[in-house]
């Protein structure tokens, strides 16, 4: 599966090999993921509400859960 606009410049050039043995084991992945410009702003303009006094939402923190989702990840992105 690719998520699109992720494959680095370098690997396009590569050849692919094909499927590698399934006993083989991988050391690590790292996979790093942001907010949406979208989502930032919410977040800031939550950020903001939840330090003012004055504001119905101030201390209303989020669970988790809760955070997870609104700003986690979803898999809408992916293509087959």
């Known amino acids: 599966m690719t998520v699109s606009g992720t494959v680095h410049p370098l690997t396009r050039r590569a050849a692919d090999l ?3 043995n399934s006993g083989m084991q991988m050391g690590a992945l790292v996979l790093n993921t942001s907010l949406s410009a979208a989502q930032q ?5 939550l950020l903001e509400a ?4 004055s504001s119905p939402q101030s201390h209303q923190w989020l669970t988790q ?3 997870g989702e ?3 990840l979803t898999f809408g992105a992916f293509e087959n």
């Open 50 to 53: 939840l330090q003012n006094p």
């Open 70 to 72: 609104r700003y986690g």
């Open 41 to 45: 702003n919410d977040v800031n303009l």
């Open 18 to 20: 094909g499927e590698v």
């Open 65 to 67: 859960q809760q955070y």
